[in-house]
């Protein structure tokens, strides 16, 4: 028994929580179609058919195969007679290539349940993987555990653990393995009862205990709003008076048990609901009819009539555990959702003729693939070599070819600067636009008298001027106009009459042909020999 913290059980949220569970399943690509449900005890089979309606809903039918062997069929020596009966109702049904469920008799197995903060929940889940080892209840040997965990409010989660033999569930695993049957999940009994009772609306959202008597001992547990709070396992439970006498002695520390560990607040735990076999259940009520403590009455199939319909001669208590192990089917519950005791166990499933064929010929396809690229390659390289003096000759044909190619454009190119160079010879400097650029740089007290050309890049100015060092300025300002490439100075001379000087300067201007110069080789661009000009002290003292 594990004490979890602060839950109360809302009906309402379990219901909504396993509709999500429930539309996750129905998201997936899933038909309408005939399911199955199996019961396994000790010494019988009960089988839940869900053939599906017109209208949306499943008719529930049942069947059962009996043992009647003194040892069980969960046995080695009663694997072949269980193997028969499984073959046999898949025969009769034909249960193959549709949805199994199976279920899980309490002989065989036990339940965990812990409920609490995510964090209380991993410690509970950690403490109780150390325990299971030696879980003696079970027998002898190795455990194996099927868990499932949903969060059931923003910061509660519900975990239920399932544990049983290695041994017992490989033999009925190697069973269905081998009459060629895939089923869903094998999951605890009374896990699947809680899950039914839970859908029962005159029960609502109380804590119920619930008794399964169908197999040798009573499998007895509590339930509140279609969750397994409690596996209660009572020493006394292999026969039905002492199965009362515990009950009524334990029944005031389970229901401490519903309000201080799971904090139920939902109602009291009072009514015991029973199933399995007439005989069973009619001697326990009998047995509790008189107590005060709890109040016994026989476990009907909920009445479901928007899910499925019954006969009414079938709607028996001990057809309770087949239709809880059907109904998660029904409703598409999630895998997620239910205790698979088979997590640890299941394996592949058998690979058909053509699957195990590639399987095993895989290898040499892989070879014959690889042999198939080398020889390919190695061809390549064969047809390379043998085509190698060819190819060095139409190379050596390609390469006279660009050279031939390469000298005519060369020949091109020597007579196009050619006449470029003529042209640059033969034109005529722009001289409106030397003359407009030297007029707009002359000071306001110079006067510009003559502008001559002496050739094609040398132009003479004669000019005027009342300040002699007004000459100096305009040289500088001359050698920075766009093509002058040299200024000079030629001479002054003073103008007695007019008390004014005048001076010669004659400008060297940019040849049209410079830019020629750059394409071969020769400098193309001088710039001003900017000679310094004597001062007018110097000149005087000339």
Known sequence: MIACLDWAAPSSYFYLLQMNHVSQASSEPST?????????????????IATPMDNGRYRLTFDQVDHDGEVGWLTNE????????????????????????????????VTRVTIGS?????????????????YLQLGPGEKVT???????????????????????IQIIYDAFRNIDMDVKWVEPSLVSVARLV???????????????????????????????????RPAAAHHNAGFCEALVGHFS??????????RVATGELEELLICGP???????????????VVRPAVLQIPDLPELYEINSESNETNHVPSVATVFPLLIRLADDGVPDLLDHVRRAPDLSWGQRLVYQCWPIAVACLTLMIAYAMVATERNRHAGKGMGRAELQAQITATQTKFAAVSKRRELLTHLNRISAITTEPNWHKTFKLITQSLPETVRLEEFRIESSNTIQLNGMT?????????????????????????????????????????????????????????????????????????????
């Open 466 to 542: 009342v300040e002699e060092s007004v000459i100096y300025d305009l040289v500088n300002s001359l050698r920075h106009l766009p093509g002058v490439t040299q200024v000079a100075l030629k001479g002054t001379s003073p103008e007695p009459d007019t008390q004014s000087t005048r001076f010669i300067v004659r400008l060297t201007i940019r040849s049209a042909s410079s830019g020629l110069d750059n394409q071969t080789g020769a400098p193309g661009h001088r710039m001003a020999q900017r000679t310094p000009l004597p001062s007018p002290k110097q000149r005087g003292q000339q």
């Open 253 to 262: 520390r389970l229901k401490r048990f519903c309000h201080r560990h799971r």
């Open 146 to 168: 099927g868990s499932a965990r949903i969060r059931i409010e923003p910061s509660t989660d519900y975990a239920v653990t399932g544990v049983v033999n290695r041994s017992l």
């Open 118 to 134: 995510p964090e209380e929940v991993d410690h509970d889940l950690e403490t109780l993987a150390t325990r299971i080892p030696r």
């Open 278 to 292: 007439h005989e069973k259940t009619n001697d326990v009520i009998a047995l509790l009819k008189d107590s005060d």
């Open 32 to 48: 309408h179609e005939v399911c199955f449900g199996l019961r396994i005890e000790s010494h019988a089979i009960q089988l839940a």
């Open 198 to 232: 839970g859908r029962d609306k005159r029960i609502g959202d109380t804590p119920i205990l619930v008794a399964d008597g169908m197999g040798k001992q009573w499998d007895v547990g509590i339930a509140c709003a279609g969750m397994l709070l409690l596996d209660y």
């Open 78 to 109: 009663g694997a072949s007679a269980f193997e028969a009966a499984l073959e046999m109702l898949a025969d009769r049904h034909q249960m193959r290539r549709h949805a199994v469920s199976v279920s899980l008799d309490g002989d065989f197995c």
